[in-house]
């Protein structure tokens, strides 16, 4: 089979991605802002019942091993899975071609595979103010006992729907619709001026 | 008002769809019983106390919820996946259907 050749894919935040210091940065920037660009982003769906086929599947693939439970997730260099919903995992990678991947392994009778790769853009947010700037977003409990290290949230700002995974201490990731990204990212600006923010 | 969301946990209400009375039975498709369909689309309980309830974590997981709200407080007694079954909070729904 011939080579494919994907068009080269353009950010949506370009219009308003400024590198550098912005807002009260005179004391120190307390957030650092940066669009993480994964290669793969897939949504991967378990009838009920197959829940554990599929997380033994991402496994196989990816080599994550998920926790138990609700909103557990895994991130390790270039690749990172997290539940989002009963049932339902999102997967990404930094390199294109996942659903490549799991396309064999994915029968039908265990799931749905989704490729949003070029569907959804991925925020990053870190820093010792991340968690302060979050919270003026959502409605969740940023604190690290109640949000671990690796797990995923479901929730939305202003009928944006967004997804979050802790990726660090003091840094999360946001998957927002690629659609709705730039207005996020302009809103996240906006909101991380008093902190003083760095966009990288 | 708090929901807690079996998968996502206490969540503000905000991310929550309603859905409906919990406590109507969809006849079946072919049916032509009249007083079904007319008590399925019309008739309501509408009591003052405890009321069972469909409602979407439409804001998050996306699953269906079953919930028992009270009217009166808005006190949120019990949530489960709408998935499997359920009983009535109200005795005069029984055998309604």
């Avoid at chain 1, 991340?130 to 479901?154: Q, T």
Wanted: net charge negative; with cysteine; aromatic share 10%.
């Amino acid at each position: 089979m011939a080579e494919q050749h994907l068009p080269e894919r353009q950010s949506p935040l370009e219009p308003d991605y400024h590198p550098g210091s912005h807002g009260n940065f005179e004391h120190g920037v307390d957030v650092i802002l940066s669009e993480t660009r994964p290669g793969s982003i897939l949504q991967l769906a378990a009838w009920p019942g197959e829940e554990s086929r599929l997380i033994e599947i991402i496994r196989k693939v990816t080599g994550l091993a998920l926790p138990d439970g609700a909103g557990g997730g895994v991130s390790s260099g270039g690749s990172a899975a997290f539940g989002f919903a009963p049932g339902k995992f999102t997967v990404l990678d930094e390199a294109e071609g996942l659903a490549q991947a799991f396309a064999d392994a994915m029968t039908p009778a265990i799931g749905t595979l989704t490729d949003l790769s070029h569907g959804r853009t991925t925020i990053r947010i870190a820093g010792p103010k991340a968690e302060w700037v979050m919270a003026k977003f959502f409605a969740i409990d940023f604190a690290l006992p109640a949000f671990p290290l690796g797990a995923g949230r479901s929730t939305n700002h202003h009928d944006i729907f967004a997804q979050i995974q802790r990726t660090g201490a003091d840094q999360f990731d946001i998957y927002v619709f690629r659609s709705f990204a730039r207005s996020f990212w302009k809103a996240l600006c906006y909101a991380s001026e008093e902190v003083g923010y760095e966009v990288q | 008002m708090l929901i807690t969301c079996p998968y996502c946990g206490p969540r503000d209400v905000i991310e929550f769809t309603y859905q409906g009375d919990g406590n109507r039975e969809r006849p079946q498709p072919a049916s032509q019983n009249l007083d079904a369909w007319n008590a399925y689309v019309y008739d309501r309980l509408n009591p003052a106390g405890d009321h069972n309830e469909i409602w979407q974590h439409s804001g998050g997981c996306r699953a269906h919820l079953r919930v028992v709200r009270n009217t009166i407080t808005h006190e949120i007694l019990s949530t489960e996946f709408a998935r499997g079954g359920h009983k009535s909070t109200d005795s005069r729904a029984e055998g309604r259907s």
